[in-house]
Each structure stands twice: as structure tokens, then as C-alpha cells.
């Protein structure tokens, strides 16, 4: 059974970082493309970024390019997002997928809370 739990979220003021993490089990996570997704209260899900499972490659949406960091430990089967700059927009439940673009299976999430 695929498993994700996201954790590391909290309450920062703008300007503030956060480190997001996926601990990922039940499937071969070193072999698969892996992603951060956010839902902001009342929108939508968003992708955030992805990154390759062998390149490490990365992607970003344009909103996050320069703030956000994401990364990988395939010995730990453990995905990273690195938060800074954040900003009030940035308020949103943080989800990971075992997949590229957002796509698969997510976890539960962990709430980032931007606010002054």
C-alpha cells in the first residue's frame, strides 16, 4: 500500500521558511518522479514542483522559481520541499504525489500558514 506523510508545516510571517517532508513507503520510491502540490483555502489544487527520479532534475511553478527547493533522499525514501521568502499567497495545504506534475497518489497533507 502506497503511503505518503507530509510534515514540517507550521505558522510563519512573511519573509519567514519552512522544510516540508514526504516520507514515502509501500512502492519503489527511488525509481519514481516525485511532486508538491498546495490547495489555498476556496482554490483549486496547484502544482508546485517535481523532480526526476534519477536526474534529480527539477521543476517549478513560475509563482515559486528562487524561493522554493525541492529535493529528494532516495536512502531515506524521503521527499523535501524547502520554503523561504514566503509569502501570504504561499497559505495553503501542502500535499506530496508519486508522480510527475502533481499527478498520483498524495498524502494528507501538512498546513503552511503565512500571516503577519
Known amino acids: 500500500e502506497v503511503q505518503l506523510v507530509e510534515s514540517g508545516g507550521g505558522s510563519v510571517q512573511p519573509g519567514g521558511s519552512l522544510r516540508l517532508s514526504c516520507a514515502a513507503s509501500g512502492f519503489p520510491f527511488r525509481f519514481y518522479p516525485m511532486s508538491w502540490v498546495r490547495q489555498a483555502p476556496g482554490k483549486g489544487l496547484e502544482w508546485v514542483s517535481d523532480?526526476?527520479?534519477?536526474?534529480?532534475?527539477?521543476h517549478y511553478t513560475d509563482s515559486v522559481k528562487g524561493r522554493f527547493t525541492i529535493s529528494r533522499d532516495n536512502a531515506k525514501n524521503t521527499l523535501y520541499l524547502q520554503l523561504n521568502s514566503l509569502k501570504t499567497e504561499d497559505t495553503a495545504m501542502y500535499y506530496c504525489t508519486n508522480g510527475g506534475g502533481g499527478r498520483g497518489v498524495r498524502g494528507q497533507g501538512t498546513q503552511v500558514t503565512v500571516s503577519s
Open positions: 523532480i526526476n527520479p534519477v536526474s534529480g532534475g527539477t
